[in-house]
C-alpha cells in the first residue's frame, strides 16, 4: 500500500505560488492570441512571484520550523529566508525582462530563437513588433527551481531542482535579440559545462547513498558522524560540492561565467547573477551544515582554499577586462568568494554569526549587482547595449543620474561604506574572524583593495573623462526599469545607513532544521 | 547620559546643505555659492557655541548622544568629543567658510557646474565633522572611509591636468588602508565579544579592555598603517604630493588641513589608548619614521619646482612633527602635537590658499614661472609672507608655539630624535624662504609678463599647465607686470587666517586649556611618563 505523504500547503505555498505561475504560463502560450500575450505573461509572472514573496512573509509571522513533504523539503529560517530573497529578486528581474521601451525593437529577446541568425528570416524578424513572451514561464520555473533548490532537504529532490533551475536558464540565455550567436555561444557554453556539473552532482549524489544508504540530509549526517572519513563518503561529498561551486560560479569553476555573462540578454544576465548566487549558496549552506556538519574537517580546507582562489581571481583577472559585463562577472567570482568567507563563518553546532552574515550578503550583492546591470540595459549604442568601457567615457556629464546610481553600485560592489556592501562584508567578515579564520579575512581584504581598482575605473571614466565624440547614449527607461532602480538603489543605501532591521531578521531566520 | 545635539546637528546641517545645493537648478550657481557659504557658517557657528558648552575641568567627553544603530554589530551612532576632537572641529568650522570664500570662482570655467564641487564640499565636512565626533569604532571607521568619496570626486572632477590618476591614486592609498583597519577592527570586536561577553564597538568600553601583548601588536599595527597612510609618515606618503597638487585649491586645503589629521588624531585615539603596550614597543619605530620624514620631506620640498607639490612636501616634514610629539609620550609634547595639529591647518591652509591666488592669476604651478609679483601685489605678497614665515614656525605666528612645544616635550623623553628633528626647521626657512624669494622678489619675469602698459589685464587663467614658453622669452624693454592685488573677496579670505596665525601666536592659551586635559589621560592611558603638567 502506497502511503500519501503528509504535505504542509501552508509551508509550500510560496513554491506552488511560483510554479503554478510557470505552468499557467505555458498554457497562457499556447491558448493566448498572440497581442495578450505579452501582458498575461508578464502578469502572471509578477503575481506568481511577487505572491511567493508574500506567503514567504506571511510564513515567518507565525513562524514553525518544519520539515514537510515526507521529509524531503525542510521550511525552516534559512529556506524561508532565502526563498523571500529569490521571489523578491526574481520579482524584479521580470521587471527588467518586460522593459519595452529601451530597444527600438521593443524587447531583448529575439522573436524566434530557432531561426538561424543572419538569415533572411532574422533580418525580417528583426524589426517586427512580435516579442517573445516564452521567456516569463521559462523564468519563472527557473525561479521556482531555485525556490525549491534552497529548501530541499533531501539529495533527490536538491538534484531535480538543480535541472528545474539549469535548463530554463540554459534556454534564456541564448535569446538576446542583437549579437545572437554570441548569445547562442554562450547557451551551448553555458549548457555544456552544466550538464558536467550536474553529471559531478549526480554521481556524488550516487556515491554519498551508496556509503550512507539515505539520500536524506539528516539521515547523511547521522551516519557522517559515525564514520565520516569514509572514501566513498568523501568522494561523494567532493563531487557533491563541485556541482554546486559550478553553479555558484566560484573559482576555479567559473570558466563558463564571463562568457554566459557576456552573451546572455542582459536582463538574463541579471537574473542569473542575483538569484542563481542565491540559490546555489542556499544549497551550499545547507548540504555542507546539514548533511556533514558533524564532518566539517573534511571540507573546510577545500572551502577555505577555493574561496582563496575564486578571490583571487575575480579580484586580478576582473582589472584587465575592458567589457563592462565581463568585468562584473569577474566581479561576481570576487564576491563568491567573498561569501565563502561568511560560509566558513560558521560552527559545526550552527553558531557564529556566518550563516546570518552569508544570507545578508546573498540579499545586498543580489540586489546590487541585479541593480548595476539594469543600468547597463540603459546604456546603448546604435547596436544594442554600449558594454566596452570606452563608451562610457564622461557619462557623467551627458547623463547625470544615470552616471550617480552606477557610481552607487559600484561603490557597494567595492564595499564602501554608507552602502549595503559595506555591511555585507562587515558581517561575513566578523563571522569569519569570530571563527579564528583571520588569514582568509586579510586575503578577502587585500582582494577588495584590488577589486575596488576597476569598481573605481568604471566611475573615472563617466565621471573624470572627456565625453567621447562616438559614445554611447543613454536610454529613457520605461516604468519596468525605473521601478527596478528605484528599489534597488534605494535598498543599496538604506541597507548601508540602517541596516538594523534586516540583519535582525537574518539573525533570527539563522536556524536549520535537521 | 544627557543628549547634547550639537555634533548632531554639526554632521546633519551640512549633510542636509549639501543634498539642497545637489538639488538646485544647474542655473542658480550663485545661489549655490551663497547656500554653501551660510550652512559652512551655521556650522562654525555651532562649533563655537559647543566650545562654549564644553567644561574644560568636566568629563573626557563632553556633549555626547547616542542612538543604537546597527544593534547586531552592537554598533551604535555615539557622538562625543574630548578637547583633542573640540578643537578640530573648531578647526573645521573655521576652515570650511573660508575654503568656501577662496573657491568662489573654483568651478566657474570648468565643465561641471559649481554647485556640484559646493555639494560635495559640504558632504565632505559633513563626513569630518562625523570622523572627529564619532566615539564608536565602527561608527568612526564608516565616517574614516566614507570620506574618500566626496575628496576623490572634488580631485577627480574638479583638478588639474593629471586628475584622473592623483584621485584613483589618493583613494586606493586610503582605501588599502582603511581595509587593513577594519582587520582590526573586527579584531578589537572579536577581542571584546570574548572579553565582555557582548561584542561592542564602545571607544569607552574598548579602553577597558586587557588585550594580549601579542594581539594588540597586531592590532596596533592595523591601525597605525591606515593612520600613517592617512597622516603621511614617510614610507606611506607618497599618495599627497599627487594629491595635494592635483586637488583644487578649496581640495587641497582640507586635505592637509583636516583630513589628514584624521591619522595624526587616530594615534592619540585609537592607538594610544587602546593598545597601551603595543604603542611603547613600537614607539621607537615610529619615532625613527616622523624623524626621516621630517627631513627627507624638507629636502624633497627644497627639490620641488611645483609650488603645490612644495607646500605637499612641507606638510609631510610637519607630519613628522605632530608624530614626533605624540609618540614621544610627555603631555607637553603631546598637547604641542595637537596644537601643531590645528596650527598646521591655519599656516599651510593659508599658504595653499595664496599660492592657489597667485596661480588663479598666472594659470601655472611652476615657480620659475614668477617673479618680481610683490611690486605689483603687495597685499599678495604680505600673505604668501605671513604664511610662510608661519609654515616655518617664526616666533610670533602659531606654529612657533606648537613646533616649541613639541620639541622641549619631546627632549625631555627622546632627546636623539629632538636633536635631529630640530634640523628640520632649518631646512624649512630654506624651502619657504627660497620660494617666496624667487615669486615675489627680483626682477619682473614669468607668466605674469605683458608687454607696454596699455595692454589688457591678464587673460583670464587657464588650468594648471606651465607656460614656461613665455618665461623663457627674453624681457622686453618696456616689459611690465601686470597682476591685480587681492580684490575683497579675497581679503576677507586670507584676513581671518592671518589673524589666527598672530593670535594663536601670542595668546595660544585658549586652546591648551582645552586640548591639556584630553592629552594628559591619553597619556596616562599609555601608562608611560606623564610628564610635567606645567607649560
Redesign the interface.
Given at each position: 500500500m502506497i502511503e500519501v505523504p503528509d504535505l504542509s500547503f501552508a509551508a509550500l505555498a510560496p513554491l506552488l505560488l511560483v510554479l503554478g505561475a510557470a505552468c499557467l504560463g505555458v498554457l497562457v502560450e499556447a491558448f493566448a492570441p498572440r497581442d495578450v500575450r505579452h501582458p498575461v505573461q508578464v502578469t502572471i509572472a509578477l503575481v506568481g512571484t511577487v505572491g511567493a514573496l508574500a506567503a514567504t512573509l506571511l510564513l515567518t509571522v507565525d513562524f514553525e520550523r518544519t520539515v514537510t513533504a515526507g521529509g524531503a523539503l525542510a521550511v525552516d529560517g534559512p529556506a524561508l529566508f532565502l526563498q523571500a530573497t529569490i521571489a523578491g529578486l526574481g520579482a524584479l528581474s521580470i521587471l527588467l525582462f518586460a522593459e519595452r521601451s529601451l530597444d527600438p525593437a521593443r524587447s531583448a529577446f529575439v522573436v524566434s530563437a530557432a531561426v538561424p541568425a543572419g538569415s533572411p528570416r532574422d533580418r525580417e524578424l528583426l524589426t517586427t513588433p512580435r516579442v517573445q513572451t516564452e521567456v516569463y514561464p521559462l523564468a519563472t520555473f527557473a525561479i521556482g527551481g531555485m525556490m525549491l533548490f534552497v529548501a530541499a532537504n533531501d539529495l533527490l529532490i536538491m538534484f531535480v531542482a538543480l535541472e528545474v533551475l539549469s535548463l530554463p536558464l540554459y534556454l534564456i540565455s541564448g535569446m538576446a535579440r542583437r549579437r545572437r550567436l554570441l548569445s547562442q555561444e554562450a547557451a551551448v557554453k553555458y549548457f555544456l559545462l552544466g550538464a558536467f556539473a550536474s553529471a559531478f552532482f549526480l554521481y556524488g549524489l550516487a556515491l554519498v547513498y551508496g556509503a550512507t544508504g539515505s539520500v536524506r540530509l539528516s539521515e547523511i549526517r547521522e551516519a557522517a558522524s559515525v564514520d565520516g572519513s569514509g572514501t566513498l563518503l568523501l568522494l561523494g561529498l567532493g563531487l557533491l560540492i563541485v556541482g554546486l561551486l559550478f553553479k555558484a560560479s566560484v573559482a576555479p569553476f567559473h570558466t563558463w561565467t564571463p562568457d554566459v555573462y557576456q552573451g546572455a540578454p542582459t536582463p538574463v544576465t541579471a537574473f542569473m547573477a542575483a538569484c542563481t548566487k542565491v540559490a546555489a549558496f542556499g544549497a551550499i549552506l545547507r548540504l555542507l551544515y546539514v548533511a556533514f556538519g558533524t564532518a566539517e574537517w573534511t571540507w573546510r580546507p577545500l572551502i577555505y582554499a577555493v574561496a582563496i582562489v575564486s578571490m583571487v581571481i575575480g579580484a586580478v583577472l576582473g582589472l584587465t577586462q575592458t567589457d563592462l559585463k565581463r568585468m562584473l562577472a569577474y566581479s561576481s567570482v570576487a564576491h563568491a568568494g567573498f561569501l565563502l568567507t561568511g560560509v566558513l563563518g560558521l560552527g559545526s553546532g550552527g553558531e557564529g554569526?556566518g550563516l546570518?552574515a552569508t544570507m545578508f550578503y546573498l540579499l545586498t550583492y543580489g540586489l546590487t549587482t541585479l541593480g548595476a546591470f539594469a543600468v547597463l540595459t540603459l546604456v546603448r549604442d546604435g547596436d544594442g547595449e554600449a558594454t566596452h568601457l570606452s563608451q562610457w567615457a564622461g557619462l557623467g556629464?551627458r547623463s547625470p543620474l544615470t552616471a550617480a546610481v552606477m557610481a552607487l553600485f559600484l561603490?557597494a560592489l567595492?564595499g564602501?561604506?554608507?552602502t549595503a556592501g559595506?555591511?555585507g562584508k562587515?558581517?561575513v567578515?566578523?563571522a569569519a574572524?569570530?571563527q579564528g579564520a583571520?588569514p582568509l579575512?586579510?586575503v578577502a581584504?587585500?582582494a577588495?583593495?584590488v577589486a575596488?581598482?576597476f569598481y573605481?575605473?568604471v566611475?573615472?571614466l563617466m565621471?573624470?573623462?572627456?565625453p567621447v565624440p562616438d559614445g554611447a547614449t543613454v536610454g529613457v527607461p520605461g516604468i519596468p526599469t525605473t521601478i527596478v532602480l528605484a528599489v534597488t538603489a534605494t535598498a543599496t543605501l538604506a541597507l548601508g545607513i540602517?541596516?538594523?532591521a534586516v540583519?535582525?531578521l537574518a539573525?533570527q531566520a539563522a536556524r536549520f532544521v535537521g | 547620559m544627557s543628549a547634547s545635539l550639537y555634533l548632531v546637528a554639526m554632521i546633519g546641517v551640512p549633510a542636509v546643505g549639501a543634498a539642497v545645493v545637489a538639488a538646485l537648478p544647474r542655473e542658480r550657481s550663485l545661489l549655490a555659492k551663497q547656500v554653501t557659504l551660510g550652512v559652512s557658517l551655521v556650522v562654525l557657528l555651532l562649533a563655537v557655541l559647543a566650545t562654549v558648552a564644553f567644561d574644560v575641568d568636566g568629563d573626557r567627553f563632553q556633549l555626547t548622544s547616542s542612538i543604537s544603530w546597527i544593534p547586531d554589530f552592537g554598533a551604535e551612532f555615539a557622538l562625543g568629543v574630548d578637547g583633542i576632537a573640540l578643537v578640530m572641529l573648531l578647526l573645521i568650522g573655521v576652515l570650511v567658510p573660508l575654503v568656501v570664500g577662496a573657491s568662489w570662482h573654483e568651478a566657474d570655467a570648468g565643465p561641471r557646474p559649481p554647485r556640484v564641487f559646493f555639494a560635495w564640499l559640504l558632504l565632505l565636512e559633513a563626513m569630518m565633522v562625523g570622523v572627529f565626533a564619532a566615539t564608536d569604532v565602527l561608527l568612526f571607521y564608516v565616517f574614516f572611509e566614507a570620506m574618500l568619496v566626496p575628496m576623490y570626486f572634488l580631485i577627480g572632477s574638479f583638478g588639474g591636468p593629471r586628475r584622473q590618476y592623483a584621485a584613483v591614486k589618493f583613494f586606493l592609498y586610503s582605501l588599502v588602508g582603511g581595509l587593513i583597519m577594519l582587520a582590526a577592527v573586527i579584531g578589537l570586536y572579536v577581542v571584546s565579544t570574548s572579553q565582555l561577553g557582548e561584542g561592542t564597538f564602545a571607544f569607552d568600553a574598548l579602553r577597558q579592555l586587557d588585550i594580549d601583548p601579542d594581539v594588540q601588536k597586531l592590532l596596533f599595527l592595523g591601525f597605525f598603517i591606515a593612520f600613517a597612510i592617512k597622516a603621511p609618515l614617510v614610507p606611506f606618503h607618497t599618495w599627497l604630493p599627487d594629491s595635494g597638487a592635483e586637488a583644487p585649491i578649496g581640495g587641497a586645503v582640507l586635505l592637509v588641513g583636516v583630513l589628514d589629521k584624521v591619522g595624526t588624531f587616530g594615534f592619540l585615539r585609537y592607538c594610544l589608548p587602546l593598545f597601551p603596550d603595543a604603542s611603547r614597543f613600537f614607539a621607537p619605530l615610529v619615532l625613527v619614521l616622523a624623524v626621516v620624514g621630517i627631513i627627507y620631506a624638507a629636502l624633497l620640498a627644497m627639490g620641488q619646482s611645483d609650488m603645490k607639490r612644495l607646500v605637499s612636501y612641507t606638510s609631510i616634514s610637519h607630519f613628522g612633527f605632530i608624530a614626533l610629539g605624540i609618540f614621544a609620550f610627555t603631555t607637553e609634547a603631546g598637547t604641542g602635537a595637537v596644537l601643531y595639529m590645528v596650527n598646521h591647518g591655519i599656516a599651510t591652509g593659508l599658504l595653499f590658499v595664496v599660492v592657489g591666488m597667485l596661480i588663479a592669476r598666472g594659470g601655472s604651478r611652476e615657480i620659475g614661472d614668477y617673479g618680481g609679483v610683490a611690486k605689483h601685489a603687495p597685499k599678495l605678497a604680505g600673505a604668501f609672507l605671513v604664511a610662510g614665515l608661519a609654515s616655518l614656525a617664526l616666533p610670533g605666528t602659531n606654529s612657533f608655539v606648537s613646533e616649541f612645544l613639541v620639541l622641549i616635550g619631546s627632549f625631555d623623553a627622546r632627546p636623539v630624535f629632538t636633536i635631529v628633528a630640530t634640523a628640520g626647521i632649518i631646512l624649512a626657512a630654506l624651502y619657504i624662504l627660497l620660494m617666496y624669494q624667487r615669486t615675489m622678489h627680483g626682477p619682473p619675469r614669468g607668466v605674469l609678463l605683458v608687454e607696454g602698459e596699455d595692454e589688457p589685464a591678464v587673460s583670464p587663467p587657464t588650468r594648471g599647465g606651465g607656460a614656461t614658453a613665455l618665461a623663457a622669452a627674453p624681457a622686453p624693454a618696456r616689459a611690465a607686470l601686470r597682476v591685480r592685488d587681492l580684490d575683497r573677496r579675497e581679503l576677507a579670505v586670507v584676513a581671518p587666517l592671518i589673524a589666527l596665525i598672530i593670535g594663536l601666536g601670542v595668546y595660544p592659551q585658549p586652546l591648551l586649556d582645552l586640548i591639556e586635559p584630553a592629552v594628559s589621560a591619553t597619556i596616562s592611558d599609555v601608562g608611560a611618563d606623564s610628564g610635567g603638567t606645567d607649560r
Open positions: 554569526s546570518a556629464a561603490l567595492a564602501i561604506p554608507l559595506f555591511t562587515f558581517a567578515f566578523r574572524i569570530e583571520w579575512t586579510v581584504l587585500l577588495s583593495a575596488a581598482f573605481l575605473r566611475i573615472v565621471y573624470f573623462s572627456e540602517l541596516p538594523g540583519l535582525d539573525e | -
